[in-house]
């Protein structure tokens, strides 16, 4: 009598695809057989599949195997070995083993890339999945037109002078007994600095007592492989010191940009921007400083007339960053006397034009403030009075209209009309001087009537003199107009001694020397002589 016993379990295999594998299977029994999914492994369809079952018999012992090819169609094939014996009647199954086969591999996974520098990048990935005892025997990597094959999990790749507008495709496929597995794909660009830099754009905005700085960077003219992929964003006060660091992230949006906010630290009415920017390929060149802060007064404030109605008003705009825009003006206008404010208005230049048909009996008062985006800056001012000087004389109009002569003086009657082009100019009062060897004698005319003036003056014989005739108002005095008097007081006196000798030997009257006389002349030839004399002499 025998007892059925399997001494030797069959095992799971985990083979390569068309690989061949056996089964084995030892009892003492009577027969030892196999099954395939259940099924006899001698049976014509399990032997389709490739099975095979021998057997060899040993003083009670039997060893069977069970040859197998690993077709596509046995993957996941269940197999175990059956004891029996006849005396008595007894049945063992063994443990169920399995037929695992491993084609070709899946594509590696966490494919990546590090540059080492911009011409230089370590190429790493994770092993796909493979059945235990089935080995991956290592990587088939096509980088651009060279095919490499290595064992490890990463390569350095390298490009001598490499184009970073030309993307560099590179796959990666594991390798088994099977044959090359499935590929990964990665792209990148070698990396280069631009020589030229993108353009930087910093635009701050005010968020209650918070300033933020809204960074731009425009890449939309670069390749791919010039764009930075380090941004670091520096603030410093007036002084130059690092008061904060900070980086934004370099991710380029749909319209070709990269953006980022950056918040300036608080108690800081000036500060620099410093943007720092850098690939692989190295740093690119410097970026020029970004000076911001509450704009400085604006200076030469100046304002004029263009006729009798109309106010110019310019300034100089304060010093400030090129790429930081001045965006507008405040200009405020205050009524000096009233001390009133007259008019507030936004503009957007260095120069403002307004109307007032008043304008000259007010003296105004501009405050003009710049603002940028961090707020209002300093304001200046300045003041203005249109009155304007009085316009001088001259002969063209004045005139010298009556003459009355005595022994010592000549009176002489002035006529000066008063020439306004507009109401600021017109004249508070006129000063009349004549001046004669030295010696002045001045009157000052208050006016009244704005169409002339009138008045006498005398103006001593024997005497050079001059009149000077000046013009005031609360804006200045006008240019003195000198007529000089010299000449027709002398010719005056020369002729009136020459007619008077001879209407005294004519008419027989009385004289004295020019030193001790006393004319004694009819009223009547006196006044002719003076009036014919006067005019004689002015046409000289």
Not at 154 to 169: E, G, M, V
Not at 312 to 323: K, L, M, S
Not at 351 to 362: G, H, R
Not at 507 to 520: L, M, R, V
Request: a negative charge; hydrophobic letters at 35%.
């Amino acid at each position: 009598m025998v007892l059925v016993t399997i001494t030797v379990q069959p095992v799971s295999i985990n083979t390569t695809l068309n690989s061949t594998v056996v089964f084995s299977c030892e009892a003492t029994a009577d027969e030892l057989s196999f099954r395939v999914n259940n099924e006899l492994a001698t049976d014509n369809a399990v032997i389709a599949k490739g099975f095979i079952v021998t057997a060899t018999y040993n003083n009670g012992t039997i060893r069977a195997g069970l040859t197998a090819i690993a077709y596509d169609c046995n993957n996941n094939t269940e197999v175990r070995c059956r004891a029996l014996t006849y005396d008595p009647l007894q049945v063992e199954f063994s443990n169920t083993t399995i037929l695992m086969i491993q084609g070709l591999l899946d594509s590696v996974v966490d494919l990546d890339y590090t540059f080492i520098n911009g011409s230089s990048v370590l190429l790493t990935w994770t092993a796909p999945y493979t059945l235990d005892n089935v080995p991956i025997t290592g990587y088939y990597i096509v980088n651009g037109l060279v095919n490499i094959t290595t064992t490890n999990k990463s390569i350095i790749l390298s490009a001598t002078n490499p184009d970073p507008c030309i993307p560099n495709n590179v796959s990666v496929s594991p390798i088994n007994d099977v044959g090359i597995g499935s590929s990964n794909n990665i792209s990148f660009y070698y990396e280069r600095v631009p020589l030229i830099n993108p353009p930087v754009s910093i635009v701050p905005v005010i968020d209650g007592q918070i300033i933020l700085l809204n960074i731009g960077i425009d890449v939309s003219t670069l390749c791919k492989g010039k764009y930075p992929n380090s941004i670091t964003v520096s603030i410093l006060n007036t002084t130059s010191t690092v008061i904060n660091n900070a980086s934004i992230p370099p991710q380029v949006n749909d319209q070709l940009m990269i953006t980022g906010i950056i918040t300036v630290p608080n108690n800081l009415n000036t500060f620099i921007v410093n943007v720092s920017l850098s690939n692989n390929g190295g740093t690119f060149n410097k970026i020029p400083s970004f000076t911001f802060g509450f704009l400085g007064p604006v200076t030469n404030i100046d304002s004029s007339i263009d006729n009798c109605s109309t106010i110019d008003i310019t300034w100089t705009a304060p010093t400030v960053d090129d790429r930081v825009s001045i965006l507008y003006y405040i200009l405020k206008i205050y009524d000096v006397i009233t001390s009133s404010l007259v008019n507030t208005t936004a503009v957007n230049d260095t120069n403002y034009q307004f109307v007032d048909n008043n304008l000259f009996i007010y003296h105004y008062t501009y405050v003009i403030t710049g603002v940028n985006e961090l707020g209002e800056g300093i304001s200046n001012n300045a003041t203005f009075s249109y009155q304007r000087v009085p316009r001088s004389t001259n002969m063209d109009t004045s005139s010298l209209d009556k003459l009355a002569y005595t022994q010592d003086v000549v009176i002489i009657q002035f006529y000066i009309p008063i020439i306004v082009k507009c109401t600021g100019e017109a004249p508070e009062h006129v000063t009349v001087t004549v001046q004669c060897n030295g010696t002045d004698s001045s009157t000052t005319y208050q006016i009244r009537n704005m169409n002339d003036i009138t008045g006498l003056i005398s103006v001593l014989l024997n005497q050079k003199c001059n009149i000077s005739i000046v013009f005031h108002n609360e804006a200045g005095s006008s240019e003195p107009f000198i007529v000089p008097f010299g000449k027709l007081v002398w010719c005056l006196h020369c002729k009136f001694k020459y007619y008077i000798n001879r209407y005294i030997s004519q008419y027989h009257y009385y004289f004295y020397n020019t030193y001790n006389i006393y004319y004694k002349i009819t009223c009547y030839h006196y006044c002719w002589l003076v009036q014919y004399l006067y005019y004689e002499c002015i046409l000289l």
